[in-house]
C-alpha cells in the first residue's frame, strides 16, 4: 500500500472545514478533508 503526500488535514468537512479545503485547494495545495 503506497502512500499519497497531502499539504493539509483537515478534521471535519462541516461548513467551515469545507470552505478551508475549498479556499485552498484554489491555491494548488493538496487536501484530505476528514
Do not use: F, P
Request: charged share 10%.
Amino acid at each position: 500500500m503506497g502512500q499519497d503526500a497531502v499539504d493539509v488535514l483537515i478534521v471535519g468537512a462541516g461548513a467551515s472545514g469545507a470552505a478551508v479545503a475549498y479556499s485552498l485547494a484554489d491555491m494548488g495545495l493538496k487536501i484530505l478533508c476528514l
